[in-house]
């Protein structure tokens, strides 16, 4: 069975990266946590790999193929995301993956400190049983996505970037009658009173750089 791991990113350039953190932790600053917090996404993914046989992929916005080579090593594979919104950008991930032959197929962001490798493995395991598996964020959005084939109808009729994101998503499964898992709620890290869920590693990462 072939697995695939999708990471959603952006170069940290500073001014483009975390830009609702700005007036609290200055464009360098939000750039250098938003750098820090991929960095953990793609070593919980690493470790992932080290007992769970998968593919990594990172699909990211700014920057180019060179500096995210430069970034993050030659390991993985690479895509620029699609163009559009958000659910746009998720469903042509899934659809070229499962077009390559992918079996199973999860996406994270790199927003969710908390999320490790033990909460992904869960992710690929629910997925031997089920449909969809969604790790919901206290937001009300998600931070976890992971399917077994292409449903484009999760991706439709959602209201991106919102508190109704997850509960949009949960009421379409239910009426295309899909097989779901939820995991355990973890909190993303957006605006500035997200902040205060890092734990201190992060919270001098973003000044040590």
Same mark, same amino acid.
């Given at each position: 069975m072939k697995e695939c791991l999708i990471l959603f990113t952006?170069?940290?350039?500073?001014?483009? /990266?975390?830009?609702?953190?700005?007036?609290?932790? +200055?464009?360098?600053g939000a750039a250098n946590l938003h750098r820090q917090?991929?960095?953990?996404?793609?070593?919980?993914?690493?470790?992932?790999q080290s007992f769970h046989s998968l593919s990594l992929e990172v699909h990211?916005?700014?920057?180019? $193929?060179?500096?995210?080579?430069? *970034?993050?090593?030659?390991?993985?594979t690479y895509r620029q995301q699609a163009e559009g919104n958000i659910g746009f950008r998720m469903a042509s991930a899934f659809q070229t993956a499962f077009?390559?032959?992918? #079996?199973?197929v999860i996406i994270i962001g790199s927003d969710c400190p908390a !999320?490790?490798?033990?909460? !992904?493995?869960?992710? $690929?395991? /629910?997925?031997? %049983?089920?449909?969809?598996?969604? +790790?919901?964020?206290?937001? +009300? +959005?998600?931070y976890l996505i992971g399917l077994r084939h292409f449903?484009?109808?999760? $991706?439709?009729?959602?209201? *991106?970037?919102?508190?109704?994101? $997850?509960? %949009?998503?949960?009421?379409?499964?239910?009426?295309l009658n !899909?097989?779901?898992?939820?995991?355990?709620? !973890?909190? #993303?890290v957006d605006r500035p009173e997200d902040l205060s869920i890092l734990d201190f590693r992060f919270l001098i990462s973003y000044l040590s750089i």
């Open positions: 952006r170069y940290p350039e500073p001014g483009k /990266a975390k830009t609702r953190l700005i007036p609290v932790l +200055g464009a360098e917090m991929t960095e953990n996404a793609i070593a919980q993914a690493k470790q992932l990211f916005t700014g920057g180019n $193929f060179p500096l995210m080579q430069e *970034w993050l090593g030659n390991e993985m077009s390559n032959n992918i #079996d199973n !999320l490790n490798y033990e909460i !992904l493995a869960q992710a $690929f395991q /629910a997925l031997q %049983q089920h449909d969809l598996v969604l +790790g919901p964020a206290t937001d +009300g +959005g998600y449903i484009p109808q999760l $991706f439709t009729d959602i209201s *991106w970037s919102t508190s109704e994101v $997850f509960r %949009q998503t949960v009421e379409i499964a239910g009426k !899909l097989a779901a898992a939820y995991l355990t709620e !973890l909190s #993303d």
